[in-house]
């Protein structure tokens, strides 16, 4: 088996491709889908999103100011595992109430989607 730096080049990739889905996926095309379907739903879920985006962000930005050790090398793999690790977090941290930014997103951005019969503006 051929190592080179192919190997090393492929998994550099993937964070940039998490963070890219993220970008790419993101807040304004749910917001205007939620606010074009008239969705409250659907508008929570995007102001959730994009709590998990700025937590994503917040955490990553914390991890690069932890000293880097030379005690257990340095290994690509791990820094996928951390990458993806803070992503979960901050999806969990969102879902859960996190900062309570998306709430307060929420709460500016309902009042301009109307709520869908049947359903309350809560």
């Known amino acids: 088996m051929r190592i080179d730096d192919t190997m090393t080049q492929n998994?550099?990739?993937?964070?940039?491709?998490?963070?890219?889905?993220?970008e790419d996926g993101g807040f304004q095309t749910k917001l205007t889908a939620a606010m074009s379907a008239k969705d409250q739903?659907?508008?929570?879920?995007?102001c959730q999103q994009f709590e998990a985006v700025f937590l994503?962000?917040?955490?990553?930005?914390?991890?690069?100011?932890?000293p880097k050790s030379d005690l257990f090398g340095a290994d690509h793999g791990?820094?996928?595992?951390?990458?993806?690790?803070?992503?979960?977090?901050?999806?969990n941290m969102a879902e859960a109430?996190?900062?309570?930014?998306?709430?307060?997103?929420?709460?500016?951005?309902?009042?301009?989607?109307?709520a869908a019969k049947g359903t309350e503006q809560g």
Request: proline share 3%; no cysteine.
């Open 11 to 22: 998994t550099m990739i993937l964070p940039q491709m998490q963070k890219n889905r993220m």
């Open 41 to 46: 739903g659907r508008l929570k879920e995007a």
């Open 56 to 66: 994503h962000m917040m955490l990553q930005s914390m991890r690069a100011t932890v």
């Open 78 to 91: 791990k820094e996928i595992f951390e990458s993806m690790l803070d992503q979960k977090l901050s999806e």
């Open 97 to 114: 109430g996190g900062t309570g930014l998306a709430d307060m997103l929420y709460k500016q951005l309902r009042t301009q989607v109307p």
